[in-house]
């Protein structure tokens, strides 16, 4: 099961991702897709996932919500076109300390968020489009990628509340 912590954002901010110019040639994501990862898991054991529930509602219990940031602009890595999302460190830290022992960290380091919006052979000249939003995140969820080819399939598998700031 492909598994990731992750913050689904608001409809204010999923507006601002689809009003983004839809140049042709560029295989697009569907809104059900743009989720914000704070730790991408990987492919992993159901067995897992107690354990994952476990420690992060230890760990996250009383944890402040985050000020995201989108933007400034839209970037090209690796063939995607992502839009950077700001204000998640501190969370995203407690998240990695929190399921590193049961998921080894296999990604490059520092993670950097994103919201994905195109993938496949994306040129880096489609990239640069201004964007910006923000939003106060006050859940992130365990989140169970069960998608197919052109069947987009998010499940939520627990959510987490984090305290609101005054």
Known sequence: MRLSIAIWPPAEIVE?????????????????QWLIKVRPLGTVSERVVPDLVDALTFELEGAP???????????????????????????????FDATAPIVPVTHPQPFHAYVWVA????????????????????????????????????????????????
Do not use: K, M
Request: charged share 25%; aromatic share 6%; hydrophobic share 45%.
């Open 16 to 32: 601002e991702l689809g009003a983004l110019d839809r140049a042709p040639g560029i295989q697009w994501s569907e809104p059900a």
């Open 65 to 95: 919500s985050a000020r995201c940031v989108l933007g400034p602009r839209t970037r090209a890595l690796g063939g995607w076109l992502g839009v950077p999302v700001s204000g998640l460190d501190e969370l995203a830290a407690v998240v």
């Open 119 to 166: 993938r496949g052979r994306v040129r880096a000249s489609a990239a640069g489009a201004a964007i910006s939003g923000e939003w106060i995140a006050d859940r992130i969820a365990l989140v169970a990628d069960r998608s197919s080819p052109g069947r987009p399939r998010f499940e939520d598998l627990s959510v987490f509340e984090l305290e609101r700031s005054a």
